[in-house]
């Protein structure tokens, strides 16, 4: 006698269904671009009735809001996990946005998706959190363990938004081949440190 395995839907019973929802979402924005998402799509993967995700989501702006802020969470670790003990503030800034770069690389089609602020409410609580946990990882680069808490109307927070605006430039710029990142051309491994040298992040005053 054959013992039929576990149904796909049968995630739903064991409240995976959340989790089980954003991994076939991000599979289907994977093949498809934010253009060619369907929340239909993602559910029949998922192995449930096209309905189930309006439960925990309610529409496909919510499902891709709630992949967004997964994927904030997922940069935010990474940029947390970077060692700045012991570095002055040009290392520990150079390393942090390598580790940005790189997230970029990594997951493409999450990165593309978390700047598309038309697409899902980028005011959501959850989201902002995780906005602000970048930039505090952003400015750990600029003043070690002293980060500044997230606040627009803070200036002390200027040079860490011009680092995140020219980094997330760079990025953006590399992944779309603007810039050449041939590992043999001395060009690419030179031009992300000379940029942020460009924006004078080293003064003395701010690495003490």
């Not at 529409?59 to 809001?65: M, N, P, S, V």
């Not at 580790?99 to 409410?121: G, I, K, S």
Request: aromatic content about 6%; hydrophobic content about 40%; overall charge negative.
């Amino acid at each position: 006698m054959t013992t039929e395995g576990p149904r796909a839907g049968d995630r739903y019973h064991h409240g995976n269904l959340r989790a089980a929802l954003l991994d076939s979402a991000l599979e289907v924005l994977s093949e498809s671009g934010v253009a060619g998402f369907s929340m239909r799509e993602a559910a029949r993967r998922a192995g449930v009735s096209q309905s189930a995700p309006k439960h925990h989501f309610g529409d496909a702006r919510g499902l891709l809001g709630a992949l967004a802020t997964r994927a904030y969470r997922q940069l935010c670790e990474r940029l947390e996990a970077v060692d700045v003990v012991g570095r002055d503030v040009g290392e520990r800034v150079a390393a942090l946005a390598a580790e940005y770069v790189a997230f970029a690389r990594d997951n493409r089609p999450l990165f593309d998706l978390m700047w598309r602020m038309t697409q899902f409410d980028f005011n959501d609580p959850d989201l902002v959190e995780q906005k602000h946990r970048a930039l505090r990882a952003l400015d750990r680069g600029l003043r070690g363990q002293d980060a500044q808490r997230p606040d627009s109307a803070n200036p002390a927070l200027v040079p860490s938004y011009a680092v995140w605006s020219l980094v997330h430039g760079y990025t953006s710029l590399a992944l779309e081949g603007a810039i050449d990142e041939d590992a043999s051309d001395p060009l690419a491994s030179d031009l992300l440190p000379a940029m942020l040298r460009l924006l004078d992040v080293t003064p003395a005053d701010r690495d003490r």
